[in-house]
């Protein structure tokens, strides 16, 4: 099976823009997560997603947003980008709901630049 | 919060020798896991104990939880050169989950 991708690779954007980052789980996985991983803050929980739904969801402003899709793909979404943005915004998909209940498989991340 | 700490941050060792890391947590917990990340990479699920569980084996990994302590352990026996990574604990608790900040561990040749 073809393991997380993630889509782009490397991302360099400027203040005020916005970015949408893209997570293909692996195949018949239904959950996915995503998290942002900074040298400062370490590994924090951005939200996760199953059937659709969101179902949970981190400490992070309003600017941080995203969905799936009903073949499990996900995107994000940050709008107004902040400098402190910038971090490898990792993705990881399960078979089912519950992150911290199921093993995750991680795709290889989105390094994203603010400038 | 319920942020895990990790110690050591940093941990250089000899292959072929052990290595330990160490993982601490506020609250109780349903469950901790341990990932290794390489460099800049992706995260990789080694192992998952449960609250109710001492003990895991799996290959040259140990994990042991205490909960009386709030405390888990990662031992890798017999390091090899491809060990060398960030190793982080993630602790899940009512569908939460929480990473520490991470070990480094640098397998010296």
């Known amino acids: 099976k073809a393991g997380v991708t993630q889509t782009p690779r490397y991302l360099i954007k400027t203040r005020g823009q916005q970015v949408t980052l893209s997570c293909s789980p692996i195949?018949?996985?239904?959950?996915v997560s995503w998290y942002q991983q900074t040298p400062g803050q370490g590994l924090q929980f951005l939200f996760e997603?199953?059937?659709?739904?969101?179902?949970n969801k981190g400490n992070f402003p309003g600017r941080f947003s995203g969905r799936q899709f009903s073949n499990s793909r996900s995107e994000m979404n940050v709008s107004t980008l902040e400098l402190g943005d910038s971090a490898l915004y990792l993705c990881?998909?399960?078979?089912?709901?519950?992150?911290?209940?199921?093993?995750?498989?991680f795709g290889p991340g989105t390094r994203l630049t603010v400038l | 919060s319920q942020q895990g700490e990790e110690d050591p941050q940093a941990l250089s060792i000899q292959e072929g020798e052990n290595a330990t890391m160490n993982c601490s947590y506020k609250?109780?917990?349903?469950?901790l896991q341990w990932y290794r990340q390489n460099s800049g990479r992706g995260l990789v699920h080694l192992i998952l104990?449960?609250?109710?569980?001492r003990e895991k084996h799996s290959g040259r990994l140990r994990v042991t939880l205490d909960t009386s302590k709030k405390s888990s352990s990662l031992l890798i026996t017999a390091s090899r050169a491809a060990d060398t990574a960030s190793y982080f604990c993630?602790?899940?608790?009512?569908?939460?989950?929480?990473f520490g900040k991470g070990t480094r561990l640098h397998i010296l040749p």
């Open positions: 990881a998909s399960s078979l089912s709901q519950g992150m911290g209940l199921n093993e995750q498989f």
């Open positions: 195949s018949g996985h239904r959950s």
């Open positions: 997603y199953f059937s659709e739904t969101q179902r």
């Open positions: 609250t109780s917990i349903n469950n």
């Open positions: 104990i449960r609250s109710n569980e």
């Open positions: 993630a602790m899940n608790r009512d569908d939460k989950i929480i």
